[in-house]
């Protein structure tokens, strides 16, 4: 491998570490939620700041707030112990819920017979970022 290739590598590395170091990613795999009543929630949250929207998850009356407030608080608790992040500051850059196994289970039924039961789950991604890291590290013009 050429001494060019090498430099380029570490400096790709560099680069990831800078970008990671800006945001916090926390997961939670296999919520016993259907996809589709946790987006109900995740949609009103994306883009809003940290406290705003604990406010919110607490007062909503949907399952799927609390699993989304556990991982949000998570989320937030790695940021400003990793991190250094001020929760005040923080704000949700990206969520999103993708649909994750289903569980199959059979209900009995007359004559014999059994019908399908599907449990759906989901994967819940929560991305925090600091609003003062990312006004710090945009280039202001010269005009």
Not at 1 to 24: D, F, G, N, P, Y
Not at 34 to 60: C, F, N, P, W
Request: aromatic letters at 6%; charged letters at 30%; hydrophobic letters at 35%.
């Amino acid at each position: 491998m050429s001494s060019w290739r090498k430099a380029k590598k570490s400096e790709q590395k560099h680069r990831l570490k800078r970008i990671a170091r800006t945001r916090v990613q926390a997961f939670a795999r296999d919520v016993r939620i259907s996809a589709h009543k946790a987006r109900r929630v995740i949609d009103q949250i994306r883009g809003r700041s940290y406290v705003e929207t604990l406010t919110l998850l607490e007062l909503m009356p949907y399952r799927a707030s609390y699993p989304i407030f556990k991982l949000l608080y998570s989320a937030a608790a790695s940021a400003s112990h990793n991190l250094g992040f001020k929760e005040a500051d923080s704000y949700i850059s990206k969520a999103e819920v993708n649909e994750g196994a289903v569980l199959k289970r059979l209900k009995p039924r007359a004559r014999g017979r059994s019908y399908l039961i599907k449990k759906p789950t989901c994967h819940i991604t929560i991305v925090l970022k600091d609003r003062t890291l990312n006004e710090m590290s945009t280039p202001t013009s010269l005009s």
